[in-house]
């Protein structure tokens, strides 16, 4: 069964360790290449150097699946499966993989989504150890970003400072810009270029969200976009032209 599921996915056998380092090399979203159709390539690394990777850009750009294709490497390594991916690539084992992804909102347990997201964090920050690999889709989004922004750069520093893998898709300007400053995150940006995203993964670059580029394309009232983009505070906007 590993030898069809390899030959469906035009796999490669990576190379494997157990220090913490993920060396994808045009990597494929495994369910998207079992799809058939024409998957984008990226090329996704961290070490125990830098265990934390930032991935920022604009929405519907391509962030998640980023992540997932991560995740579902590490799990596929796991299983001795090959993995959608060029020769020389590396993934190493963790034995420990937790991904918080999409709204943990739950009416039985009379829980918010931030609540939930609060919930599913802490597990993480009880199970961050060195051979851990954390997802983290839209770090603590949905709440005041004033306070989540904060919160979501405390956690992923105590992750970090547990000896923990880290992988983080975010909008925050705090945290793109942590990855200029703590060596032990990189940052990398999914592409845009003439107004729509790329889907490809530029790493060493931070990218912008473009919420109100992304409302444009969507066909949103022209009227209620520009209204949005004079609303815009001096400081979100000066680091939107920056990026």
């Not at 995740?71 to 991904?99: K, N, Q």
Request: charged fraction near 20%; include cysteine.
């Amino acid at each position: 069964a590993r030898h069809r599921l390899a030959l469906r996915l035009d796999a490669n056998r990576p190379i494997v360790s157990q220090n913490g380092t993920i060396v994808l090399i045009q990597a494929r979203h495994p369910v998207l290449a079992l799809r058939g159709v024409d998957v984008i390539a990226n090329d996704l690394s961290l070490n125990p150097e830098q265990p934390g990777l930032l991935l920022t850009g604009p929405n519907a750009g391509g962030k998640t699946v980023s992540l997932k294709t991560i995740g579902l490497c590490a799990l596929l390594v796991r299983f001795g499966c090959f993995l959608p991916v060029d020769e020389g690539s590396r993934m190493d084992l963790f034995p420990t993989i937790l991904a918080s992804i999409g709204d943990t909102q739950t009416v039985h347990e009379d829980l918010s989504s931030f609540s939930g997201h609060l919930l599913v964090l802490q597990q993480m920050i009880d199970a961050a150890k060195p051979s851990a690999l954390l997802l983290l889709d839209e770090l603590a989004s949905g709440t005041d970003p004033a306070q989540g922004a904060p919160l979501a750069q405390s956690v992923l520093e105590t992750l970090v400072d547990r000896g923990a893998s880290v992988v983080v898709t975010t909008h925050f300007s705090r945290l793109k810009s942590l990855a200029t400053v703590d060596p032990r995150f990189s940052g990398s940006a999914m592409e845009y270029a003439e107004g729509m995203p790329t889907y490809r993964v530029l790493p060493g670059a931070l990218g912008e969200s473009r919420a109100l580029a992304t409302a444009d394309r969507m066909g949103m009232d022209p009227n209620v976009v520009e209204r949005a983009r004079k609303l815009m505070d001096d400081g979100e906007g000066a680091f939107s032209v920056a990026l």
